[in-house]
Every structure is written in structure tokens, then in C-alpha cells.
T-cell receptor
Framework: TQLLEQSPQFLSIQEGENLTVYCNSSSVFSSLQWYRQEPGEGPVLLVTVVTGGEVKKLKRLTFQFGDARKDSSLHITAAQPGDTGLYLCAGASSGGGADGLTFGKGTHLIIQP | DSGVTQTPKHLITATGQRVTLRCSPRSGDLSVYWYQQSLDQGLQFLIQYYNGEERAKGNILERFSAQQFPDLHSELNLSSLELGDSALYFC??????????????FGPGTRLTVT
């Protein structure tokens, strides 16, 4: 069974600070996706990383896929209250074929004004 | 708005009952995935359909079943409901068969409460 461990589980910081959340596994994934979910809504895709070592930037968010494609990180620069939400990483199996995503349990992020 | 619709938004029912959740994928998407999200287990993959056929099963109970119709909408049937089935149920759609190939777009979810 493939597992994704996210850390920290909860993070509360002040507006303007930087933060990094992590997504780790002992399994290799073909791709890894990051989602943000707000209460009462479905997850919304932020980014997909596919290549080991890949770095993608989305405004103040920087996503990195580990060289071995087993882990990923999300770094937010100068966090804003609008960044508040549940951040989920999800891995797609490297076995090919049809299957669902394996999700981590998420990082609950609160940015205080 | 992801383009994926789910009905109903909320559902309250009693133990032992049966319910049906409905999902319409984004226009043109052939894959529909069902997920269950609970506080303790997080978001878990239940089952996938691609162009009307079952393609993959995850942690889906035998009391649960799903199908995808010719117009590509999908239904998730939950029977003999138990208190522990209370959760958010999401469907997601994708143009492709393999999760590794492309991102999935999630609907707003159905919140099921079993009393």
C-alpha cells in the first residue's frame, strides 16, 4: 500500500512569513499533485510535478518534486490570509494503468492577519 | 468552478438505509473517480470508471457500488448504511484513463450524515 505522509499536520503563522510543508513516501510515484481545499468544497488542483527534481512556481508558491520521485515540498513566500486552507498532496502510481490518486492527510494552514 | 457537478449537496439518512449520489463529469471527460473523505482517514479512493466501464477499485466496501451511464454521468450507491459511513463523498473527472496521465477535477462533494 502506498502512503503519503504530510507534515506538519497543522500550521498557524502570521501574514508575511514564509513556510514549507512536506509530503513524503517510501514509494515512487509517476507524478505528484498538490491541491488546496477550503471547508465544504472539493480539492482544487494547484500543480502537477512529473520529473524527479522538477521545480514549479505559481506566484508565491514553489513546488519541488524529489529526485527519487518519493517526496515533494510546497514553499509559500510572504503568506497571505487568502492562502489559508487544507493543502493536500496526491501521488499517482508508477505502475501505469488506471487507478486513483493516493492522498496524504493534508496540512491545515492558517495565515493570521 | 471545476465543471464537475454533484447532487445532492447534503444528505441525512438513518442507519440501514440506501442512498444514491450522483456526479456529472466535466464536458468531454471520460473518467470518473469516487473518493470518500473523513476526518480520521483523509481522502480515500473508492472506484474509477472510464467510458462506462469499471477500471480500478480502491478501498470500496462491498455495500457500496457505482456505475457510469452512456451519457458519462456516474452514480455511487451506498447501502446498509452505518454511522461510520458519514463522510464527504467527492467525485472527480479526468479526460484520461490513468491517474498518472493527468490531473483530476473535483466536484463540490456530497456530505452524507447517517444517524
Amino acid at each position: 500500500t502506498q502512503l503519503l505522509e504530510q507534515s506538519p499536520q497543522f500550521l498557524s503563522i502570521q501574514e508575511g512569513e514564509n513556510l514549507t510543508v512536506y509530503c513524503n513516501s517510501s514509494s515512487v510515484f509517476s507524478s505528484l499533485q498538490w491541491y488546496r481545499q477550503e471547508p465544504g468544497e472539493g480539492p482544487v488542483l494547484l500543480v502537477t510535478v512529473v520529473t524527479g527534481g522538477e521545480v514549479k512556481k505559481l506566484k508565491r508558491l514553489t513546488f519541488q518534486f524529489g529526485d527519487a520521485r518519493k517526496d515533494s515540498s510546497l514553499h509559500i513566500t510572504a503568506a497571505q490570509p487568502g492562502d489559508t486552507g487544507l493543502y493536500l498532496c496526491a501521488g499517482a502510481s508508477s505502475g501505469g494503468g488506471a487507478d486513483g490518486l493516493t492522498f496524504g492527510k493534508g496540512t491545515h494552514l492558517i495565515i493570521q492577519p | 468552478d471545476s465543471g464537475v457537478t454533484q447532487t445532492p449537496k447534503h444528505l441525512i439518512t438513518a442507519t440501514g438505509q440506501r442512498v444514491t449520489l450522483r456526479c456529472s463529469p466535466r464536458s468531454g471527460d471520460l473518467s470518473v473517480y469516487w473518493y470518500q473523505q473523513s476526518l480520521d482517514q483523509g481522502l480515500q479512493f473508492l472506484i474509477q470508471y472510464y467510458n462506462g466501464e469499471e477500471r480500478a477499485k480502491g478501498n470500496i466496501l462491498e455495500r457500496f457500488s457505482a456505475q457510469q451511464f452512456p451519457d458519462l454521468h456516474s452514480e455511487l450507491n451506498l447501502s446498509s448504511l452505518e454511522l461510520g459511513d458519514s463522510a464527504l463523498y467527492f467525485c472527480a473527472s479526468s479526460p484520461f484513463m490513468a491517474a498518472a496521465s493527468y490531473e483530476q477535477y473535483f466536484g463540490p462533494g456530497t456530505r452524507l450524515t447517517v444517524t
